[in-house]
Structures are given as structure tokens and as C-alpha cells.
């Protein structure tokens, strides 16, 4: 008797004993069947699923090398070996690709897009004028206008890896989508591509930026070097999002602007804690010696993050008018962290502290003398 004899008869006996187990075998028996014939149908779909994907790269592949080599040729070693020559055959070298299949066109897009991820100046301008003049953007335009969140994700993506921006007032609107994923993609898409209004979208903003989206649009805006950077004091108003409020007083403090000094100092007694303390840290990175007096004079009555800050502020502007007032704090604070930035605080004055850390030296003791000699090692930055 073969396998599928055994098989067979087991199968018949089953269902014909099956009314006269108990109810719980049944139960077991039923839970059994659906389990295996889920599993057999998941190992299928994942069978088929793998064999289509690696039959579409097996497709893909001599296209995918003749595109590699032809960017290499007429593009990448165009540039190098004359740099300012326009080689105006390039588009028509690459028409003679079949640029009509919609596999096609992938390949040829996801190349350019890989090496446009590898080199900037002249060759990701060559790149992206091969990218519209091959009229490879037609796609990802149809999907930034999509029910499908995914379509309008992989087009935002495609045309910010590209540097093209098309349909800036939709892409405006997608700013402020419900989806939180184009509305993030979206403001970076801006932010990374748009010549006339990179920081439009801010006024707009009515939901949370979060610490990665603020962190990366931050990214993107440094790294710009072809736009005029305008006042961020301007979105340091409590009729902006507190995020957006938060990305600009980052942003004022990177590019040392000192018109958002005075607005700055003004909206500290009214801003929430996060938002003084990352004003008080900005403040003293811009060495705002107005702020000194109302720094201290704000000291008692804020919680411990702020007075990090204020102590941290006191040491980056380092007038020497509060020194007495660092050295209490040193040798009066039951708060580790407070002392421990005190003494760092002292230190950073330099040449104005030298006399008093002297001092301090053989006046302090335990955990406050630890604090200031930690803080006197040139290897620790502050």
C-alpha cells in the first residue's frame, strides 16, 4: 500500500468517525486543519512570491548593467574628463532604451537615482536633466496626486532624490495632510527642492514635528547652500506651533543670528518649560550678553533643566559680571548636576576665572572639588 493509499483510508476514517469524538477533539481537529492548509497556502504565496522576484531580476539585469554602463560613460567620466562640456547626445543615447515598458522605465529611474545618491555638482545636474528630458517624471507626478498613500510616498520620494520640484502648491497642501507619513515627506520635499519657498510650509504647521522630523528637516536646511536664508526670529511667535517655535530657535542659534536675541528674551517668562529651556540654551550659544541679568534673575524660580541652562548660558557668554553668583551655586547646591555645570561654567571663563579657581582648589572639598578639577581637564569639551 503507498503513501497515498495510507492516506486516503486515514482521511475517510477521519470523517467518518469524525460525528463521534467529543467536542473538544472536534474542536482540535477543525483548529488543526486551518492551521496546516494556512501554512501551506503561506509557503506558497511565498514560493511564488520569490520565484516572480527573482524572474523580474533576472529580467532586469541586462538592463540594469547597460544603464550602469552607459551613466559611467557618457556622464560620470564625461564630467571628470571634461569638466563644462555639455554632451548634448545624451538624451538621445538613452531614448534608444525601451523606455515604453513600465519595468523599464523602474530600472532606469532606480539607476538614476543610485547615482545621484553618489555624486553631487555637475553629474547630479547632468543626472536630473536626463531625468526630465527622458520625461521620467510623468509617473511619479500621476502618483503625488494618488488615493494610495504609497504611490504619493514613492513620488515624493523619486522627485526629492531627483531634486525636482513639480506641483509646489500641491505639494504645499500635502504638508498638511491627515497621513503624517506624506505630511512629513512632504515637508522635507520642500525644505530639500524648493528655490523660491523652502519654509512656507511653517506657517501652516498645526500638528507636532517630532525630535527625528525637526532633526532631519534641520539636516536638510544646513546642507543648502543655494537659497537665502532668511530671519528665523521671525517663527519665534507664540502664534506658531511650539515645534515649529522649537526647529527655529535651533535653527537661529546654527546660522548665529542675533535679531532673534531680543525676541527670545522676551518670550521667556510665557513659553513652556521645553521651549525656555531650549531658549536659554540657545541664548547662550549666541553669547547674548543682555540676557545675563534676566538669566539669573529667573534662576530660583525655574526647575532643574532651565537652570542647567542658565548656569551652561552663563559660561558660553562669559562676561565675568556672575561669577560670584556660578561660584555659589558651586559651593552651595545640594544638586549634582547643578554643581557639576557651575564648575564648568567657571571654568570656561578662562583667563577671567583663573585667580578664583585657584581659590577654589583649596577651599573645595569632596564631590564640588571633583566637580572643578573634572571640569579643568582640556579634554572635556563644554
Not at 527655529?248 to 535679531?259: D, G, N, V
Not at 579643568?376 to 569639551?381: A, V
Request: glycine share 4%; aromatic share 8%; proline share 4%.
Amino acid at each position: 500500500m503507498n503513501a497515498n493509499s495510507s492516506f486516503s483510508l486515514w482521511l475517510e476514517d477521519l470523517i467518518y468517525y469524525f460525528a463521534y469524538f467529543p467536542l473538544i477533539i472536534q474542536i482540535a481537529i477543525i483548529v488543526s486543519v486551518f492551521a496546516i492548509a494556512g501554512t501551506v497556502l503561506a509557503y506558497g504565496y511565498l514560493i511564488i512570491h520569490r520565484l516572480r522576484r527573482n524572474n523580474q531580476l533576472r529580467k532586469e539585469a541586462p538592463l540594469r548593467e547597460q544603464v550602469n554602463n552607459l551613466l559611467l560613460e557618457q556622464v560620470v567620466f564625461q564630467s571628470v574628463n571634461k569638466p563644462g562640456e555639455e554632451n548634448t547626445e545624451l538624451a538621445n543615447i538613452f531614448r534608444s532604451l525601451p523606455l515604453n515598458k513600465d519595468w523599464a522605465r523602474g530600472v532606469i529611474i532606480s539607476q538614476l537615482l543610485e547615482h545621484r545618491r553618489s555624486f553631487t555638482g555637475d553629474i547630479a545636474t547632468m543626472l536630473r536633466s536626463l531625468y526630465l528630458e527622458l520625461g521620467l517624471e510623468t509617473n511619479a507626478v500621476a502618483g503625488l496626486r494618488s488615493l494610495h498613500r504609497k504611490k504619493v510616498i514613492a513620488s515624493l520620494v523619486e522627485l526629492s532624490g531627483m531634486g525636482v520640484l513639480l506641483e509646489e502648491a500641491h505639494i504645499l497642501t500635502l504638508t498638511q495632510s491627515t497621513d503624517k507619513y506624506i505630511r512629513e515627506m512632504a515637508r522635507c520635499y520642500m525644505v530639500q527642492c524648493s528655490e523660491t519657498n523652502p519654509f512656507g510650509f511653517l506657517d501652516q504647521v498645526s500638528t507636532p514635528m517630532l525630535s527625528w522630523e525637526q532633526f532631519e528637516l534641520f539636516r536638510i536646511i544646513s546642507l543648502r547652500k543655494d537659497i537665502t536664508v532668511p530671519s528665523f526670529a521671525r517663527w519665534i511667535d507664540p502664534a506658531f506651533h511650539p515645534s515649529v517655535i522649537d526647529l527655529s530657535i535651533k535653527l537661529a542659534t546654527y546660522y548665529q543670528q542675533p535679531e532673534a536675541i531680543p525676541v527670545m528674551i522676551r518670550l521667556l517668562p510665557t513659553v513652556s518649560e521645553s521651549l525656555r529651556a531650549s531658549m536659554i540654551n540657545s541664548l547662550g550659544k549666541l553669547v547674548a550678553t543682555d540676557a545675563e541679568d534676566v538669566l539669573v534673575g529667573m534662576y530660583q524660580e525655574q526647575a532643574l533643566p532651565c537652570r542647567m541652562e542658565i548656569l551652561k548660558a552663563l559660561g558660553r557668554i562669559g562676561t565675568g559680571r556672575f561669577l560670584d553668583f556660578l561660584e555659589h551655586e558651586l559651593e552651595t547646591s545640594d544638586e549634582f548636576l547643578l554643581i557639576k555645570n557651575a564648575a564648568r561654567s567657571i571654568v570656561a571663563h578662562h583667563m577671567l576665572a583663573a585667580q578664583r579657581i585657584k581659590e577654589l582648589q583649596h577651599q573645595l572639598t569632596g564631590a564640588r572639588l571633583l566637580a572643578l578639577q573634572h571640569s579643568l581637564n582640556p579634554l572635556i569639551t563644554y
